[in-house]
């Protein structure tokens, strides 16, 4: 029920303000607004105060929203309203009508983030996991516990990193932009800071996915070698270990942090049968070694090891909070950011370079949803930007059907002194209608293969 109510929530915001922002600005510029509508199909609520007045309707479908205004081209016109309707106004009037949706979605985006930005988060501290194994990470020295404070793109102007949520975006920007990242990192209490250099140039051009994150060697941050719950009747009950228990080493192999723990265990079943493991820990202040054999269980098409408990603690966690300016100036930031981000995904999907996996429909909508409204408001809000941003860039995206389809008329119309003709207009119509089909359906086909564990 979370889920649902979050996932009507969400829609609900972004598609009122995308409307209010054509509704407003057209109200503005003098043309007459017939219907400010929420949803499509069955009317639910209605409200018109008066019949000249804008009718307010809420829909049974949830899934978009229009504003219909006056318009010769559409329906007939009384001569004492023609200079009301919007084919009468000028191109630029007809342009910022049109602009304004998406636009409004972007500075909503701005406000959220800010919001977000003033109420703080719980964010794990950037202090960093052991890198995997041949992982750029690695060859540029960084370690288990190694705290990264800063970051440079250039290794002269250097920025505060506050978490590591920010560390991983600077990650993606890097790699999206080609170009290497300095880092500042000292150990976990901030002594003996050195200088890293990730070269992510190598990168360059990769969508970000798990492979791309497993080669940069930066994932999940630290976590103390410390066991948390273990289930009764598991591998790691029966041969005796227990909560608390500080892993000292594994087979000989000496244990830094939790992520190196929970490689061998996997990685012992991998061939389909398990072999004991000689585990040292410290219990109490007394050091103990316990032989555990773990079962193997299917994951997809591998074999992976269990012990039925969970090793490593739950990592240090930091207030990440921003005054009212730098949260504003952040959130700008980030929304121009997310646009870019979101533009080249879009483009590198169109030629190949980036998977068409990446595109999301209403169900991870509404599973994300529900899930940030459980961490709290803040995560909410940075949540509900991260998709106005999406809806604001994709509806100034030059297809017919959507906002930047329109727009792309009027450049033609600025350029060449004439409209595009109703013949073309039909037919760019239905190549958008098709369009929006395929892409429609490509999303709906990726959530349902998420759910099944398909992807």
């Given amino acids: 029920m979370t889920t649902l109510l979050a996932f009507i929530l969400t829609l609900g915001v972004l598609i009122v303000v995308h409307e209010y922002g054509h509704y407003r600005v057209a109200v503005a510029c003098g043309v007459k607004v017939l219907r400010f509508s929420v949803g499509f199909g069955r009317v639910l609520w209605r409200r018109q105060p008066t019949p000249e007045s804008t009718e307010f309707v809420v829909c049974a479908l949830p899934l978009g929203g229009y ?33 304004a949706g998406p636009v409004a979605n972007l500075l909503l985006a701005v406000l959220l983030y800010a919001g977000a930005s003033w109420i703080g988060t719980d964010e794990p501290k950037a202090v960093m996991a052991a890198p995997a194994a041949g992982s750029l990470a690695e060859r540029a020295g960084l370690r288990a516990g190694d705290w990264a404070q800063a970051w440079s793109d250039d290794g002269a102007e250097w920025h505060d990193l506050r978490s590591m949520n920010e560390l991983h975006w600077q990650l993606t920007q890097s790699v999206l932009h080609g170009e290497p990242l300095h880092l500042l990192v000292a150990d976990t209490q901030g002594h003996g800071q050195r200088r890293v250099v990730l070269d992510l140039q190598a990168l360059a051009g990769r969508e970000v996915d798990a492979a791309a994150r497993k ?80 079962s193997v269980v299917a994951e997809g098409t591998r074999s992976v090891g269990r012990i039925e408990a969970y090793p490593g603690q739950a990592p240090e966690m930091v207030k990440v909070r921003y005054g009212f300016v730098e949260g504003l100036a952040r959130a700008a930031s980030r929304t121009w950011e997310m646009s870019a981000l979101t533009l080249k995904m879009l483009g590198r999907m169109l030629v190949g370079e980036a998977s068409l996996k990446n595109l999301s429909g209403p169900l991870t909508i509404a599973d994300y949803a529900g899930q940030s409204v459980q961490l709290g408001l803040a995560y909410y809000l940075g949540f509900l930007a991260v998709v106005s941003v999406s809806l604001g860039v994709l509806n100034l995206l030059p297809l017919p059907m959507l906002d930047g389809g329109h727009l792309m008329y009027y450049l033609f119309e600025g350029v060449t002194g004439r409209p595009v003709s109703e013949l073309w207009l039909e037919r760019l119509q239905r190549g958008g209608v098709a369009i929006m089909l395929m892409m429609m359906s490509l999303a709906l086909y990726n959530d349902v293969a998420r759910l099944l564990g398909l992807h």
């Fill in 215 to 294: 080669q940069i060697g930066i994932g999940a941050p630290f976590s103390e070698p410390v066991l948390g719950e273990t289930k009764p009747a598991g591998p790691a009950a029966r041969a005796g270990l227990r909560a608390g228990d500080r892993v000292l080493s594994i087979d000989g192999e000496a244990i830094a942090e939790a992520g190196r723990i929970r490689e061998l265990i996997r990685a012992n079943g991998a061939d389909g049968a398990a072999r004991e493991m000689l585990w040292r820990v410290e219990r109490a202040g007394r050091t103990l070694e316990i032989a555990v054999t773990p």
């Fill in 67 to 99: 504003v219909r205004m006056l318009d010769e081209r559409e329906a007939a016109v009384a001569p004492e309203d023609a200079h009301r309707a919007f084919n009468r106004k000028t191109l630029w009037q007809r342009t910022a009508i049109v602009a």
